[in-house]
Every structure is written in C-alpha cells, then in structure tokens.
C-alpha cells in the first residue's frame, strides 16, 4: 500500500494475487488482458508508483474503490466470495433491514485494515467544496429559512383571522341572545348597546390584526390612560388619572389646534363621554406621565 496526494492506493498486481488466488506473473498478465473499456472505467484511480526496495519497478496501484470494482472482473474464490457478500449488503440496504446499522457502527470503530482503509479513502475523496459552492450553498440554506419564516408569517396572520372570525361570532350570538331574552321588547338598551360595542371595537381594533388602523406611518389603534399605567406598571388615583386627563387634552389641544374626539365610555354604571386618543398619540402621553412623576 502507498499514499498518492493524501489517498491510499494498493497494488493492482497484490490485489489480483490476493482474490484472484494467482501468482505474481499470472497476477500481471490478469490486469493486462482486462478489456480497455474496463480499464478506462478506474483511469481516474489508477497511478503508476515504485515500491521501495531492490528489485522493484514502476507498476499499476489502484484506489480503494476502484480495487472494489476490479474484484467484480477477476476469478478466484476470494474474488467470489467478495462479490456474494457485495450483493448480500446491496439486498439487506434496498430491503431496509435495520441490523446494517450495527454493522456500520462497528465498522466505524473497527481497526481492521479493510474498514481502516475504507474510512480513509471516503475522507481523502470527499468533494472539496469552493467558495462559489460554498456561497451557493449559504443562499439555498437562507431561502429555505426566509420561507420558513414566510410560512410561520402565514401561519400566524390565519390563526388571527380564525380567532378574530371566533369572537365576531360570539359577539354575533351574545347580541342575539340578548335580544331574545329582551322577549317583545328588542330594543336593546344603552348599556348593553355599549358593552357589545365596546367589545367588537377592542376585537377589531385591539386584539385583530388591525392593518387597516395603521396608515401613512401613523398607528390609529385605540389607546387610553388606564391602558398606558398599565403597560408603564403604574398604580395612579382616580385624583390622579383626573389630572392626567386635563393636562393630556390641554397638550393636545397646543398641538393640534383642536380638542381631541370623544366616545362613549360605560363608568361606575353611567354612559360618559371620554377624550378619544390612539397610538400616533404615545408621545404626549409619556410627556404627560413624565410631567406627572415629577409633580409627585
């Protein structure tokens, strides 16, 4: 056995002696007389090398995997019995059988020459991968992240429709069972009128998707100044939210020249009419609150 750039050869004529059970002449003549059609399938893993030591001369050395194809054209028990077990693992690996595993694992491990060998040439033939490889390689692995996140995207935006099309549902069937039990009179009365509105609002507006409240770089989805303490974890008196509202309106007012809208708002049992505000407004908010820490 030699090394040729890394890769480990054998010699054709040692080869053909081992399994085709012949002798060093009759070996020779073997590798001579094998067709050029064959000889030209392993031209790519054959060498011509000069052993070490007197006597010796150039001769043909042969891969790993090219000694097992030249084992499939020669004579010889050895020869034979190579071949029956090559089919024998060719069957078990096309019919699935599972105990290839085992033996695959224990050649992995094994220091015998043969799997010692094997191992070393599927090491020295691995394809060298160059930098356009290796770049082309990097784009198809970021495509196929950039469609798994489109995917989840789309996953995520069809969970939202389905819950939003589940609470318009119930918000349907509460207001129709409402009217039925209001009997005769289907009237609904102001209260229940806001509690249902309120709610649809806060599905469409608040816990939807809400794309069409967000335009031109402006975010109109519905805020208040409860909704903010609690985000900011700020525990505020009723005094306190009192004041924060004027000082929030008489800000707005300085900054956009006018009073801002008003909705209806159920408090303590009683319909009263409240400032509206939405998100495009969060920055006089944190002024508001800013100025209102600093009061205390």
């Known amino acids: 056995m030699c090394v040729l750039d890394g890769l480990q050869h054998l010699s054709i004529r040692d080869t053909i002696m081992y399994f ?27 060498r011509n090398f000069q052993f070490p030591g007197q006597g010796q001369v150039e001769q043909p050395v042969i891969t790993f995997k090219g000694a097992l ?67 082309h390689k990097r784009k198809l692995q970021e495509l196929d992240i950039s469609r798994q996140e489109l995917a989840i995207a789309r996953a995520k935006e069809e969970l939202e429709i389905l819950k939003r099309d589940s609470m318009r549902e119930h918000v349907v069937k509460c207001t129709e069972s409402y009217r039925a039990l209001c009997g005769d009179d289907e009237v609904m009365d102001e209260r229940a009128c806001l509690i249902l509105k309120d709610n649809f609002l806060n599905m469409v507006m608040v816990q939807g998707p809400g794309q069409g409240l967000i335009a031109n770089g402006q975010d109109h989805r519905p805020i208040s100044i409860s909704l903010v303490a609690n985000e900011k974890k700020i525990r505020i008196p009723t005094e306190g939210l009192q004041l924060i509202g004027k000082e929030l309106k008489k800000r707005y007012v300085l900054k956009h020249g006018k009073p801002p809208g008003k909705h209806d708002e159920l408090c303590n049992g009683k319909m009263i009419q409240v400032n509206s505000y939405c998100n495009k407004d969060r920055p006089l908010f944190d002024e508001v609150f800013a100025w209102y820490a600093a009061q205390q």
């Open 69 to 135: 194809k030249l084992i499939m054209w020669i004579g010889g028990e050895k020869a034979k019995d190579m071949r029956a077990a090559m089919v024998s693992i060719l069957s078990r690996y096309y019919a699935g059988d599972g105990s290839l595993m085992d033996e695959i694992e224990a050649n992995a491990q094994s220091s015998a020459p043969i799997p010692q060998m094997a191992r070393a040439s599927l090491a020295a033939e691995a394809p060298v991968q160059d930098e356009f490889a290796l770049g």
């Open 20 to 46: 085709g059970g012949k002798k060093a002449t009759s070996a020779s003549k073997t590798w001579e007389r094998l067709s050029e059609s064959r000889k030209r399938e392993v031209a790519t893993e054959c």
